[in-house]
């Protein structure tokens, strides 16, 4: 077991490659062989017809469980597919044993349709704090890493975000509708003013990474399943960016944020899509 966050320290010096090709073979054992040749009974709906899932992401999630439990004897997983089978296993997050968070395929839709903006997310935590988080993005062959305090790098060149040229309009990434209530509804539309261009998000893995790379300005969110925002929120911190919640705060993967949240190239940026946000 281990017992405090120097050890976790020592075993990201020393692995972080390791989980990097543990994540790269999930993906080319799970993943890609499924790539455009899904059958028609490899694919299944949980909540609706927006919330798929397929045999790639039970497999991937399955392979990834066995192979971080090696990695870290004492950590636990928690992965999207295993809470949508027994929710009460999310709760591990706020355990005091180191956490894997994994989302085995960010981007089913995408990924469902052919086409290339999915990947597979994988973070490390502690009592909710993020300490590390890896982005693959295997059609592509993108791999981001972030460690806490370390930076961010995609395919080994580090990440800075930078602030948003003042003179063209910010564009915001923000939730389907279909994960919005009324009340966030009418927060999102305070991201309709002057200045602003706004779009459906993808895959929020690569919504993040787009953030970190300058290519995207910020997000704004209405859900907050860990899986989906902890490798992003790390990567984004770690680039230079920010991230807020309606009451001001950073958001936090324990849950029980106030939804909407940005996440967004800079503080300052992150500041102004808030205030939109709560304008509405």
């Not at 085995?104 to 995408?110: A, L």
């Not at 910020?218 to 911190?237: M, R």
């Not at 705060?249 to 102004?272: K, S, V, Y």
Request: proline fraction near 5%.
């Amino acid at each position: 077991m281990i017992e405090d966050t120097e050890t976790i320290d020592e075993f990201l010096v020393q692995h972080t490659a390791d989980v990097a090709d543990a994540i790269r073979k999930a993906a080319a054992a799970e993943i890609m062989p499924r790539f455009r040749q899904l059958a028609a009974h490899e694919i299944d709906q949980k909540s609706g017809p927006h919330d798929l899932v397929t045999d790639a992401d039970r497999n991937a999630e399955r392979y990834l469980t066995k192979e971080l439990g090696i990695l870290l004897p004492g950590s636990v997983v928690v992965g999207e597919e295993a809470v949508h089978a027994d929710p009460e296993t999310y709760e591990a997050i706020q355990g005091d044993a180191p956490v894997w968070i994994v989302d085995p395929v960010d981007g089913t839709r995408q990924f469902v349709r052919g086409e290339t903006g999915f990947c597979t997310l994988v973070a490390l935590a502690r009592h909710g704090e993020l300490l590390a988080s890896w982005t693959y993005a295997p059609a592509r062959d993108q791999l981001a890493t972030a460690v806490k305090g370390r930076g961010a790098f995609l395919d080994g060149v580090r990440l800075h975000s930078g602030a948003p040229d003042p003179a063209r309009d910010l564009e915001v990434a923000t939730s389907h509708p279909d994960y919005t209530t009324d009340a966030q509804k009418r927060a999102l539309l305070g991201l309709w003013a002057d200045g602003v261009r706004t779009r459906p998000c993808g895959s929020a893995g690569l919504e993040y990474l787009a953030i970190a790379r300058g290519e995207l300005d910020a997000t704004a969110f209405s859900w907050e399943a860990a899986w989906d925002h902890a490798a992003g929120l790390l990567l984004v911190e770690e680039a230079g960016g920010a991230h807020l919640t309606l009451t001001g705060e950073p958001f936090r993967i324990t849950g029980g944020n106030a939804l909407p949240f940005t996440a967004a190239r800079d503080a300052a940026t992150a500041r102004r899509v808030m205030e939109l946000l709560r304008a509405s």
